[in-house]
Every structure is written in C-alpha cells, then in structure tokens.
T-cell receptor, first 111, second 110 residues
Framework: KAGVTQTPRYLIKTRGQQVTLSCSPISGHRSVSWYQQTPGQGLQFLFEYFSETQRNKGNFPGRFSGRQFSNSRSEMNVSTLELGDSALYLCASSVTDNEQFFGPGTRLTVL | GIQVEQSPPDLILQEGANSTLRCNFS?????LQWFHQNPWGQLINLFY???GTKQNGRLSATTVATERYSLLYISSSQTTDSGVYFC????????????FGRGTQLTVWP
C-alpha cells in the first residue's frame, strides 16, 4: 500500500506571496492532520480534517487554512507569507483516531 | 494542552552500545507513538504503544500509562540509528492532534 505523499517537496517563495501544499493520504484513511516543524518551536499541530470537515485546529493565525476533498486528499494554504513561515510542513493520515502515518514533508523557504 | 518531555535531549553512543530514551507526559492519553526522523525530515513510525510493551528487532518500547511515561530501548546501536527520536501523545478529546516532545538527538559513532 502506498504511503502518504506530499507535493511539492521543496518550495521557495517571497514574503507576501501565498502557497498551497498538497497531501494524499494512505488509501482508506479518512483523517488528515497537518503539522509545522521549526527549529525553535518544534512540531506544532495546524489542523485536522476528517470526511471533509475540520475537527480540530491549532493555535495558528487565520493566514493558515486548509481543506479536504471527497477523496480524502487535503490541501493547506498559507497567505501573505512571512519569513517565520519557513518550515517543514508535515502531513499525517490515519484511519480514524489511532496511529498516524506521516508523509515526507514539504520544505518551505520564505525569502 | 498536554506537556510532553523527552530525555535526554542529546545522546552520543559508540556502535554496539545500548540506550534508553524516556518520554513523560502530563495527562492521561489513549495514543502514544514513537517516531524516528530521518535526515530528510520524514517521521518514521517505530511504535504505536498506548500501553504495555512491544518489541521490533533491536528496538522495544514500554508505556506505563498510569504513571504517564514511556521508554524506548535501543540495543546494539548502529550508525543508521542516528537521528532524532520523537514521542507523541494524544487524548480522546483532541481529535487528530498529536502533542510532540522536543525529541532526543541520537548520534552513534562507528
């Protein structure tokens, strides 16, 4: 069974731009969670979607948003990028509320 | 939220040595996972262990949920074991959300 995939793997943007990251979960998994990893803050939870509904949201500004499609694929969007948004963005999927499996991540650099 | 503390923050070993990584958490949980982050950043699942003991080759893990801690044992370390090990927990009310510790950076020298 294929693992979680994320695209793109690397991205360079400038301040003020917006970006969209994509995550395809493991087949049959309906829950998708997003995390941001930075050296200073570690791994922080962004939000979680289950059956196209956002069930939980972390403490991030409204510039961070996401959605989930009927095939469980998920996207997250960051508008008006700031230098501090440079990070590794990780997506995880699970069947329901049990073991999460992570994708390879998208490394975003904001210049 | 749940506080997750991992110790030690850094561990340097020679190949062949054994090690124990610890994870303490501040509240009752119903999900605990151990991960190894590879050099490219991907989190690799090691154990899903809300309670009890599991073994997988040279690695084993024990979670004592009533005392709010988990241990990851690595025996006969190899250089390929190097990297950051994370513990993450979840409780029933935090749908889909894992709380991560800051990790243990393990370096194994040949």
């Amino acid at each position: 069974k294929a693992g979680v995939t994320q695209t793109p793997r690397y991205l360079i943007k400038t301040r003020g731009q917006q970006v969209t990251l994509s995550c395809s979960p493991i087949s049959g998994h309906r829950s998708v969670s997003w995390y941001q990893q930075t050296p200073g803050q570690g791994l922080q939870f962004l939000f979680e979607y289950f059956s196209e509904t956002q069930r939980n949201k972390g403490n991030f500004p409204g510039r961070f948003s996401g959605r989930q499609f009927s095939n469980s694929r998920s996207e997250m969007n960051v508008s008006t990028l700031e230098l501090g948004d440079s990070a590794l963005y990780l997506c995880a999927s699970s069947v329901t509320d049990n073991e999460q499996f992570f994708g390879p991540g998208t490394r975003l650099t904001v210049l | 939220g749940i506080q997750v503390e991992q110790s030690p923050p850094d561990l340097i070993l020679q190949e062949g040595a054994n090690s124990t990584l610890r994870c303490n958490f501040s509240d009752s949980v119903n999900n605990l996972q151990w991960f190894h982050q590879n050099p490219w950043g991907q989190l690799i699942n090691l154990f899903y262990i809300p309670s009890g003991t599991k073994q997988n080759g040279r690695l084993s893990a024990t979670t004592v949920a009533t005392e709010r801690y988990s241990l990851l044992y690595i025996s006969s370390s190899q250089t390929t074991d190097s990297g950051v090990y994370f513990c993450a927990v979840r409780r029933g009310s935090t749908l889909g959300r894992l709380y991560f510790g800051r990790g243990t950076q393990l370096t194994v020298w040949p």
